[in-house]
């Protein structure tokens, strides 16, 4: 790994294999904007609106209000379009539950807890791993405003979420935890946010906590953010202190969208989600003008047609309006049933009125791949579906089919990283039933091809490989290359050595490809070798990790009526082996006397195991020992 000290040794930068991170992210950086770590010199908040408000005045709207608020009365002077961005963890969807309450989108009761958390995956884990949009009725002064609110997640793989949702607003709520201070995605989030040109309102949360320090937080703020400390808002999103002052600032402070409602119909199709019955509900901020409910709009980049079924606000659930204006964030649905039909980051508009398509984004890039194949190959169709219709709820993974001798047809998918694959597959478990075999996660090396039938075969001389399986000899190279990341960590001076072992941790972004001593492994049961489980690892690294894998198959594999090798070899030579013992399982051990259905029931059982059971040779391999000798600790 190496370091480059930057001037004033506020930041430390360092390149080091991408294989070595553990938590995925890759952030691209516009032209020309400053470099991580280095202070901003021109103060960027800007007031906008009115001056700063009485608290006594301000009143927010009732449940009841809220329903009859009519969408075409709102001036795009009164709308806010704004996300919450912040480091995993530091209170976004907390706050999001209390700025919901305080405007009566939802009632203030303990079950209403995480309530833009919707998908299970997102509950279970207590993370958020999807933006959400909700649409707020705020009194202030006597004028109800329109917030419209994007949380986003936090961790580092679900950045491009958190990017693209910017795209509908024009500013950012920057939470900061009042213990932790600023951290690795405060500093990204705060880039993504400062490169779009948004205003930035930072929020120092959790000051009820015992070891909360705001001032110190105010002070890290300052300096590296380069914001006055008189502009930080200091709440406890948990009991609602001060959240009030949350959305007088995010009225005063964040400027309406400049979209004007005499243009012809524009609107940026930022996300997206599959409804089983309806189809795609896409979500979209609109530049300009207004669609009704029948209007024929096309999608800029695939040039479809379709006509607008039913269109409305999030509040957070979908509430049908008659049209949507300028300015507004909401959601059509409009027979798109096709998943390929909702491109995220496509522009809409009228038919009858063609405009010039918005910028839109450009794609995430998979850093990690991995083969995915049904359990039973009968479910494949069933499983092709479920991923299409998962994947159009999460443009970033990247599809592509895959076959496999031994496991059959399947797919190669790219993730951003470890945690949205495993995120993922836990959703096609859980929303779909599906059950999947995964293989060994790689990154994508890079191999000079040197043998002219390779050359010939592929059609290029470097190729990027994303499956182990295919990793060419090195006999057929002239070199392998890795992909190397840079990141980034901002410390005061005297903590530079302490730091470097937290270096694998930290936001980092893409630093091109490296020459690399690369190493192909193969795993053998009974000599017969697991093509899922081939890994590509760095040449000191193949010994540890023949080692460790052979030790994790043992731990995995039950005990089967043979005994089993399992070995770790490179060409022909083994490098590690385990043996698991033979055993015999009789389910039937425990169940004395004549009970039929009793017996029958435990041997189904036993039959429906086997059914997720891989053989290979004659060794049964649960599809959970696959997961688990992947997973890296
Ligand atoms: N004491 C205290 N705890 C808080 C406060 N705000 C949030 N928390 C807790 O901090 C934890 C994380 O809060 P979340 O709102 O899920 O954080 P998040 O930023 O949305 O998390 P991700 O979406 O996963 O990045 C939860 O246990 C909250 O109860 C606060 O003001 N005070």
Known sequence: MQFLLRPRSTALSFVGRFSDVKKCRIKRRSQGCTAPGTRIRHRWIKTVGEPAI?????????????QDVDMSKFPVDRIRNFSIIAHIDHGKSTLADRLLEMTGAIAKTERNKQVLDKLQVERERGITVKAQTASLFYQHRGQTYLLNLIDTPGHVDFSYEVSRSLSACQGVLLIVDANQGIQAQTVANFYLAFEAQLTIIPVINKIDLKNADPDRVEKQIEKIFDIPKEECVRISAKFGTNVDQVLQEVVKRIPPPTAKVEEPFKALLFDSTFDHYRGVVANIALFGGYVTKGDRIVSAHLGKMYEVNELGVLRPDEQPTERLYAGQVGYVIAGMKDVKDAQIGDTLYLHKHPVEPLPGFSPAKSMVFAGMYPTDQSEYTALRRAVEKLALNDSSVT???????????GWRLGFLGLLHMEVFIQRLEQEYNATVIITAPTVPYKAVLA???????YR??????????QFPEKSQVVEYQEPMVMGTIIAPDEFTGKIMSLCLLCNRHDAGYQLAELIKIEFLLNGKPV???TTVVHKDRAYSTGKAMCERLKESIPRQMFEIAVQAAIGSKVIAR??????????????????????????????EGKKRMRLIGNVE?????????LKRK
């Open 54 to 66: 009485c608290p006594t005045a301000r009143q927010f709207c009732s449940s009841a209000e809220k």
């Open 399 to 409: 599809v592509q089919r895959d076959n496999s001798l031994a496991l059959g047809a």
């Open 451 to 457: 043998s002219p039938k390779l050359i010939k075969e």
């Open 460 to 469: 290029e001389e470097v190729v990027t490989i994303i499956n182990p399986a």
């Open 531 to 533: 093509e899922e489980l």
């Open 578 to 607: 385990e043996t698991i013992k033979a055993y015999r399982k009789n389910v039937l051990a425990k169940c004395y006397g004549g009970d039929i259905t009793r017996k029958m029931k435990l041997l189904k059982k036993q039959a």
């Open 621 to 629: 391999v649960p599809k959970d020992a696959f997961m688990n000798v």
